[in-house]
């Protein structure tokens, strides 16, 4: 008996007679903050750039602006950005689009590469805190493991497990490693 797990919020299901698509947006509330910060930061280069100051200094400032451009891009990102999932009995697809961000590679599995299906924990502690994320990861017939997505939410990395086993035909089985919430 398949276990229900209630649709992640801003998810939008699309059933097909092949199979299932699953869209949502990378906005966050959060990007109001990077919006702010990136405007003090850019700002403040701008600012930096445009003194006379020895050839040095605006060397040295090259890496901060290599940061402020990294962060426009992030920012543009969680405005325009989607990720689309497409599952059928054969085949899963993932798509990040308009704008290509370099963490997030479109991905595109046959059914026979896929023997089961995890979600693995990751722990990352930093001098700002601690940050928990959840990896959907891929174990291949031959057993080699890949990550294929991940969410800073375990339930809906779990609602996108269950369906993959539901679309592809998975039966579940448990992995060494996986995290599971029972």
């Known amino acids: ?20 698509a699953i869209t949502y947006r990378w906005y966050k509330p959060m990007v109001w903050f990077l919006v ?6 850019n700002g403040f280069l701008v600012v930096w750039f445009s003194l006379p100051t020895p050839i040095f200094f605006k060397l040295f400032a090259i890496i901060h602006l ?6 426009i891009w992030y920012v543009i990102c969680l405005f325009m950005n989607k990720t689309e ?12 689009t308009p704008v290509p961000f370099p963490t997030y590679k479109n991905k595109h599995l046959k059914r026979s590469d896929i023997g089961q299906v995890y979600i ?4 990352s502690r930093g001098k700002n805190g601690t940050s928990v994320n959840y ?7 031959q057993g080699a493991s890949s990550k ?5 939410e375990y339930e809906k990395a779990i609602f996108i497990k269950r369906k993959i ?15 599971v919430i029972r």
């Open 148 to 152: 294929i997505l991940s969410y800073d």
């Open 120 to 123: 693995k924990q990751e722990i």
């Open 66 to 71: 290599a940061v402020g451009v990294g962060l």
């Open 36 to 41: 702010f910060f990136g405007l003090i930061w």
């Open 1 to 20: 008996m398949e276990k229900l797990v209630p649709n992640p919020e801003g998810f939008e299901l699309k059933e097909t007679a092949q199979g299932i």
């Open 165 to 179: 086993e539901k679309y592809m035909h998975i039966e579940p089985q448990s992995i060494e490693g996986e995290y």
């Open 85 to 96: 999932i497409a599952i059928t009995s054969q085949d899963f697809a993932t798509r990040h």
């Open 135 to 141: 990896s959907l990861n891929v174990l291949s017939p």
